[in-house]
């Protein structure tokens, strides 16, 4: 037996988010086109939802492509050249090769110097889920800059007659450069609270395996998700808070000291709900993306926060609260600085 001792200790270090950016298709999907296929209303959408418009990807708008223009985008943001990216972080269920990564190809594309890269299924917590892998990377140096990207083209999986979810799914991409903060002072990235509830695995899922898609009765046909839509909503709506608050005892802030609060654009009502359950002070500026966005899963955060810091409700250096939750059910929440 070697006596050899592998050097494995390295002197954690803070950690920060660089840059941000995003990218929204460009087609406009209003209610009014919605409700065409399913026995709803605009009103309807837009009480029980708060979503007014969303965006669907074209053919020429793949999660490939859309995750490459919102990762340029934060690169640029942080001034960082891909050529310092070790490692590239991708969130998304809607990547529709199950190998190889997307990521992979992305760090390609990016012109980074055969950087690590994977895929992270964590639904709508995936962007949350992401940023934390990103940020111990960082911390304890396995990685010197990480490009976390969470992308979906959640039309492809949706059923346009389903009127539980045709209203609600969108697509988008947005990104994160993570890198080493300044000092200890400077740390820009609190500790994630996260977990899971497999017992709730039928309330948001892909009706059937990709198998049973393909080769059944009628011929093949794209796997679509189906969502209990309500049971999500209460589950979200209760407990997320709980978990919110949690994320900001662990990074030792109160809601006093925060600046913005970006959940998952899953619902309005939702966002408003655990607002409520936070007592947060009236001046924090809280995402509200979803009106024209709708619900793009690991998208959903770091596009609000482009939108917010784009319409002036956000400035560099603002405390957020941020927390993704979805299929999984999943979640994971933490306080970040703005870039
Ligand atoms: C989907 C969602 C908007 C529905 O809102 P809700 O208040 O829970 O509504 P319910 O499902 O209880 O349905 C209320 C009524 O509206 C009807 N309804 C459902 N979908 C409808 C639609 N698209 N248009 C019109 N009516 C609809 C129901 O049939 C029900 O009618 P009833 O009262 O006569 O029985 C809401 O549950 C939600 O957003 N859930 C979370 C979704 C989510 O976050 N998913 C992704 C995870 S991140």
Known sequence: M?????????QPRASRILGIGGYRPSRVVTNAEIVEQIDSSDEWIRTRSGIESRRWAGDDETVISMSLAAARKA????????EQVDCVIVSTVTHLYQTPSAAAQ?????GTNRAAAFDVSAACAGFCYGLSLASDMVRVGTAGHVVVIGVERLSDLTDRTDRSTAFLFADGAGAAVVGPAAGAADAG??????????????????????RDALFNETGPAMPHLVMQGNPVFRWASYEMAKVAQEALDAAGVTVDDLDMFVPHQANMRITDAMARQLKLPERVAIARDIATQGNTSAASIPLAIERMLETGEAQSGDLALIIGFGAGLVYAGQVIRIP
């Open 106 to 110: 992305i760090a390609y594309e990016l």
């Open 75 to 82: 690169l640029a943001d942080a001034g960082i050249q891909p």
């Open 2 to 10: 070697s006596a050899l001792t592998i050097q494995s200790e390295r």
């Open 189 to 210: 990235i609190g500790p994630v609270v996260w977990g899971s509830d497999g017992q709730h695995l039928e309330h948001i899922t892909q009706k059937e395996n990709w």
